[in-house]
C-alpha cells in the first residue's frame, strides 16, 4: 500500500514490484488491505506488475546473482530447484568479514551463525525467506556450500545449520530483495533511454 501511494505522489503510470499484487481470496472476498490497494490501482488507473520468481531467478539480473557479483564471488549452478544460486570465490574469505559485507551491501544487521568453517569458497544465495529443510540441506552439504546466505530467519534454522557446519547469514528479507527490481530498471532505462523515467522507491523494511 506504501509502495502504491508513493507511486501516485510521484505520478508513476506503472510500478514494478518484486512481489506484486496477491490475487488470492478468503471465501471469494479481498481483504480489507487488499481492497485497499484495489481501490488505489483502479482510482488512478496503476499498471501492477509482479515478478516474484525472475527477480530471484534470473541469472544476470535477479536478486541472488546480483548478491553473489557484489560479493565478489563467480555465479554458479542453481540452488533450491532455481530459485537461487552457489557462488564461488577465487580465494578462501574469511566469514566474520564477509559478515560485514553483507551488513554494507544490504544495508541491514546480519544474523550470524557460524556454525562451519572460518574461511569459505563456496556460498548458497536465496533471497527472501529461505527456509533450508531437509532436502536443501542436502543438496547444500551435496554442493559444498560453506555458507547460506537469506534474508528471513526462522526459528528452527539457526540449530539445523549448527547440526549441519554451514554458516549462516540472514540479512532482512526486504534487505536481500531489492537488488533485481533495480537491475530491470536500469535495463529498461538503458533501453528506453530518454522515452521513459525510471526510478527507485525505496521503502526499507526491518524484516
Known amino acids: 500500500m506504501a509502495s502504491a501511494s508513493i507511486t501516485v505522489r510521484v505520478k508513476a503510470q ?24 484495489l481501490r488505489l490501482i483502479a482510482k488512478h488507473e496503476l499498471t501492477i506488475l509482479g515478478f516474484h520468481y525472475s527477480l530471484d531467478a534470473h541469472p544476470q ?9 557484489e560479493l565478489g564471488a563467480e555465479l554458479g ?26 551488513a554494507k551491501l544490504f544495508e541491514h544487521d546480519i544474523f550470524a551463525v557460524y556454525a562451519g568453517p ?3 569458497s563456496t556460498i548458497g544465495v536465496v533471497s ?7 532436502a536443501e540441506l542436502a543438496e547444500m552439504a551435496a554442493k559444498g556450500v560453506e555458507l547460506f546466505i537469506t534474508g528471513e530467519p526462522s526459528e528452527s534454522v ?3 545449520m549448527k547440526e549441519s557446519g554451514i554458516n549462516y ?25 530518454n522515452k521513459l523515467d525510471v526510478e527507485f522507491i525505496d521503502i526499507p523494511n526491518p524484516i
Open 77 to 102: 549452478e542453481p540452488l533450491f530447484d532455481e530459485w537461487g544460486y552457489i557462488g564461488r570465490f577465487r580465494t578462501f574469505q574469511d566469514v566474520k568479514e564477509l559478515s560485514k559485507k553483507c
Open 169 to 193: 547469514f540472514a540479512g532482512g528479507h526486504y534487505a536481500t530483495e531489492v537488488f533485481g527490481v533495480q537491475e530491470l530498471g536500469k535495463k529498461l532505462k538503458a533501453n528506453f533511454k
Open 61 to 69: 539480473i535477479g536478486n541472488n546473482s546480483v548478491i553473489i557479483r
Open 118 to 120: 572460518e574461511k569459505v
Open 158 to 160: 539457526p540449530h539445523r
Open 128 to 134: 527472501g525467506s529461505a527456509k533450508p529443510y531437509d
Open 14 to 37: 506503472a510500478c514494478i514490484f518484486h512481489h506484486g499484487f496477491d490475487p488470492r481470496t478468503y471465501k471469494s472476498r479481498f481483504s480489507r488491505s487488499a481492497q485497499k490497494r
